[in-house]
């Protein structure tokens, strides 16, 4: 079966400091991956997706960037966090084994102060 | 571009009623596929149904079904029997498979209150 973890589960960066998310799928090869951010009371966002290795297409121009330097694993990365990027942040795959099914992570809660 | 729309941000119901949860979406494909995930206040993200776009016949999923109107790109979640643990914020959610975009997209939620 396939899983999906991200973490850390809960961070508080201050502004300015830098920021590493980090989202590990198991049991599956080369699947799509995606990071998300829910903002308090909002819908979710797509910031990037991936359909290989070193392959990113970002969806929101910000401070943010992403990496998957190997096939399951992708990381959602800052130089300098700002205030406006507190809020949730979801990882998330879909594979050969999901069909057109997207499933997520356990979510990372980032508060910037 | 496609959107999917969710006009009641918040709904009620009693426990062991009935609520429907509408979504709304826009889109000019033909072949799509649609989803309806839970977020409980633990905020991950669980699959509730999904429905292929071809398919006429609404996908139901237990106490969950959908009401899949493809001419009015309707898809409404109808869940039965309410249960306490069904309080938690729905997003509806659409996939273009044939795009090549590779990208879900996801309409704002509705919270769900289930009332004892």
């Known amino acids: 079966s396939q899983t999906i973890h991200q973490w850390p589960a809960t961070l508080v960066q201050p502004v300015g400091s830098p920021l590493s998310l980090e989202c590990t799928v198991e049991?599956?090869?080369?699947?799509?991956l995606y990071w998300y951010r829910q903002a308090a009371g909002r819908g979710l966002q797509l910031l990037f997706y991936?359909?290989?290795?070193?392959?990113i297409s970002s969806e929101v121009p910000q401070n943010l960037s992403a990496s998957r330097p190997q096939d399951r694993q992708f990381i959602l990365s800052s130089k300098k966090l700002l205030l406006s990027d507190s809020g949730f942040y979801l990882c998330?795959?879909?594979?050969?084994?999901?069909?057109?099914?997207?499933?997520f992570g356990e979510g990372s809660w980032l508060t910037v102060v | 571009a496609q959107t999917v729309t969710q006009s009641q941000p918040e709904m009620s119901v009693q426990e062991a009623e009935t609520v429907t949860l509408s979504c709304t979406y826009d889109?000019?494909?033909?072949?799509?596929?649609l989803f309806w995930y839970k977020q409980p206040p633990s905020r991950q993200m669980i699959l509730v149904i999904r429905?292929?776009?071809?398919?006429?016949q609404n996908a139901t999923e237990n106490r969950f079904s959908v009401n899949f109107q493809k001419a009015a790109k309707s898809f409404s979640l109808k869940i039965s029997d309410s249960q306490l643990g069904d309080a938690a914020m729905y997003f509806c959610?659409?996939?273009?498979?044939?795009?090549?975009?590779?990208?879900?997209?996801f309409g704002t939620g509705t919270r769900l209150k289930v009332l004892a």
């Open positions: 429905q292929e776009a071809y398919k006429q």
């Open positions: 049991g599956t090869s080369n699947p799509n």
């Open positions: 991936s359909v290989g290795i070193g392959q």
């Open positions: 998330a795959w879909r594979g050969r084994e999901s069909g057109n099914t997207i499933y």
């Open positions: 959610a659409y996939r273009n498979p044939t795009s090549g975009t590779y990208k879900y997209i």
């Open positions: 889109t000019s494909e033909s072949d799509y596929y």
